[in-house]
Nanobody, 121 residues
Framework: QVQLVESGGSLVQAGGSLRLSCVAS????????MGWYRQAPGKQRELVAT???????RYRDSVKGRFTISRDGAKNTVYLQMNSLKPEDTAVYYC???????????????WGQGTQVTVSS
């Protein structure tokens, strides 16, 4: 019912920048929040940043001051600008959207397929 397509992952040197994008499409009635999580090999998935429909943001401590989450409500798109990247930022980054598909249908979590970010030292 809701599809997410992520883009922007790549290989980058330490200190570099990347911008991730995630577009939500389908039978979307409303979006409560959008966010990014990441999962490194052998580790649990962890929250990176979230943004609500009211533009309240939250970041994990290790990315504060380096990453910025933003959204375009008209396009159902969320972005993650990542600056000063470090090797420890290497992971698969997943888009998460909390959305309703009707006035009584949700909200539910929807996940993207993930995009690989690799930071070389």
């Amino acid at each position: 019912q809701v599809q997410l397509v992520e883009s922007g992952g790549s290989l980058v040197q330490a200190g570099g920048s990347l911008r991730l994008s995630c577009v939500a499409s389908g039978s979307i009635f409303s979006i409560n929040a959008m966010g990014w999580y990441r999962q490194a090999p052998g580790k649990q998935r962890e929250l990176v940043a979230t943004i609500t429909s009211g533009d309240s943001t939250r970041y994990r401590d290790s990315v504060k001051g380096r990453f910025t989450i933003s959204r375009d409500g008209a396009k159902n798109t969320v972005y993650l600008q990542m600056n000063s990247l470090k090797p420890e930022d290497t992971a698969v980054y997943y888009c998460d959207v909390i959305a309703s598909v009707s006035p009584s249908g949700g909200p539910y979590h929807y996940w993207g397929q993930g995009t690989q970010v690799t930071v070389s030292s």
